[in-house]
């Protein structure tokens, strides 16, 4: 787990400002639920055999006795809150979240123990429309963030019953090359063969280009919805390549299965994750609810996006004071020039004017604004410009204070 420091969280305040302009024009509600859930909840939904709930979720036990679970995803959560609080009687739920997961698992770059999520949930909708809509406010999101050289892969995990024929399939097929697949494929053919499909194992991933395929085992009706799927994602000139080993990482997917990968980010490419789960919100005590959704890790996010959105704005001016009486005019017309919208950095250090000047240049301010003895016994202030002008000259000059404090802020937001 990290430190999200000063020189970062820049960053992430505009990735996150992106996503509530973006959501709110989507028409899509913001939900926040707690970071602490009760242990069965992850259990239930995700799956007892995943390696989400196996091996990498927080548990303890609190002073009465609960099983307690740092979430470790948001999907489960909302989908908690929405059956806890009868949402679904107001109609679909179009939401989205934002905040910290944890899971125990090797931190490396872009995937802490502590990770971050912005996430979209589709709850009452089953409409194939619904599935190219939540796909296209991913797609879009992340282009606004100024990502612009991802792939979007696809798959149909089609229906429950598509599914189980498959897996006995796929097991059959694994068990006569049991020898073959590395230890922890092995593993799963009893309990979760279809994970085995994700494997990052490179003898493993290249056995498996021979290995029985899920979409020759998708129901007319499956492979319709997914068919009109590419059409829709085609007529919103979405580019997408079909990858029929995608199976996400929890239990709750069916029908459509999506994710976002980028080049950049080495063996974990995968920048956004989701689809379909009409089974969840029924498992967790409501009623048969058609639902889609995804997630976006916001540390790899942070990393793809780079220099787009790292650079911070400068401030409009610095204030440079020294004395007692400069100081509070010094505090009084920051005051009055924030309220107008306009970035001011107040030095604090009472040092001379020349450090003074050293930190406002390095701030890469516009102007300073600079309050001295001298300036307070004629009731005035200099301004002076820190960045050259065509000529390679900074310019400069006195305003009087005698026109009071608002006035002289209207002064300084015309420079």
């Known amino acids: 787990m990290v430190d999200l420091l000063p020189a970062q969280s820049h960053s992430w305040q505009k990735?996150?400002?992106i996503a509530l302009e973006h959501f709110s024009r989507a028409g899509l509600q913001e939900i926040r639920t707690p970071i602490i859930e009760?242990?069965?909840?992850?259990?239930?939904?995700?799956?007892?055999?995943?390696?989400?709930?196996?091996?990498?979720?927080?548990?303890?036990?609190?002073?009465?006795?609960?099983?307690?679970?740092?979430?470790?995803?948001?999907?489960?959560?909302?989908?908690?809150?929405?059956?806890?609080?009868?949402?679904?009687?107001?109609?679909?739920?179009?939401?989205?979240?934002?905040?910290?997961?944890?899971?125990?698992?090797?931190?490396?770059?872009?995937?802490?123990?502590?990770?971050?999520?912005?996430?979209v949930e589709f709850v009452g909708l089953a409409s194939v429309m619904s599935e190219a809509e939540v796909i296209s406010i991913a797609?879009?999101?992340?282009?606004?963030?100024?990502?612009?050289?991802?792939?979007?892969?696809?798959?149909?995990?089609?229906?429950?019953?598509d599914r189980n024929v498959f897996k006995e399939e796929l097991k059959n097929w694994l068990n006569q090359r049991f020898d073959?697949?590395?230890?922890?494929?092995?593993?799963?053919i009893k309990v979760n063969p279809l994970r085995i499909l994700d494997s990052k194992n490179n003898s493993t991933k290249e056995l498996l280009t021979e290995a029985p395929s899920l979409s020759d085992f998708l129901s007319d009706e499956s492979k319709t919805?997914?068919?009109?799927?590419?059409?829709?994602?085609?007529?919103?000139?979405?580019?997408?390549?079909?990858?029929?080993?995608?199976?996400?990482?929890?239990?709750?997917?069916?029908?459509?299965?999506f994710e976002i990968t980028s080049d950049h980010l080495g063996s974990q490419a995968t920048v956004c994750g989701g689809g379909r789960y009409d089974s969840l919100i029924g498992e967790l005590g409501g009623p048969e609810t058609a639902s889609i959704g995804w997630a976006i890790g916001m540390e790899r996010l942070i990393i793809l996006a780079g220099d787009n959105i790292l650079n911070t704005k400068s401030p409009d001016?610095?204030?440079?004071?020294?004395?007692?009486?400069?100081?509070?005019?010094?505090?009084?017309?920051?005051?009055?020039?924030?309220k107008a919208n306009l970035r001011i950095d107040l030095?604090?250090?009472?040092?001379?004017?020349?450090?003074?000047?050293?930190?406002?240049?390095?701030?890469?301010?516009?102007?300073?604004?600079?309050?001295?003895?001298?300036?307070?016994?004629?009731?005035?202030?200099?301004?002076?410009?820190?960045?050259?002008?065509?000529e390679g000259e900074r310019s400069e000059e006195y305003i009087f204070l005698r026109d009071g404090l608002d006035k002289l802020a209207e002064k300084l937001i015309d420079k």
């Open 38 to 119: 009760q242990t069965e909840l992850f259990s239930r939904s995700i799956g007892e055999n995943t390696d989400v709930v196996g091996k990498e979720m927080y548990n303890f036990e609190d002073r009465g006795g609960r099983s307690c679970t740092l979430r470790p995803e948001g999907t489960a959560s909302v989908a908690r809150s929405i059956v806890q609080h009868g949402l679904l009687n107001n109609g679909p739920q179009r939401l989205w979240y934002q905040g910290p997961m944890f899971r125990y698992e090797r931190p490396q770059a872009g995937r802490q123990r502590q990770f971050h999520q912005i996430g």
């Open 225 to 257: 919805r997914f068919d009109y799927l590419q059409e829709l994602l085609d007529n919103l000139d979405i580019p997408y390549k079909i990858n029929n080993n995608l199976v996400r990482g929890l239990d709750y997917y069916s029908h459509t299965a």
């Open 180 to 188: 073959l697949l590395d230890e922890d494929s092995q593993k799963r």
């Open 15 to 17: 990735v996150e400002s």
């Open 347 to 390: 030095d604090y250090s009472g040092s001379s004017f020349s450090k003074q000047f050293k930190r406002a240049d390095k701030s890469r301010a516009k102007w300073a604004i600079v309050i001295g003895d001298d300036e307070v016994s004629k009731g005035q202030l200099l301004i002076k410009k820190l960045r050259d002008n065509a």
């Open 317 to 338: 001016f610095y204030v440079i004071h020294r004395g007692e009486k400069a100081e509070k005019i010094a505090l009084n017309i920051s005051r009055k020039l924030r």
């Open 139 to 161: 797609w879009d999101f992340l282009n606004d963030v100024g990502l612009n050289d991802l792939t979007l892969e696809l798959n149909s995990l089609g229906s429950n019953e």
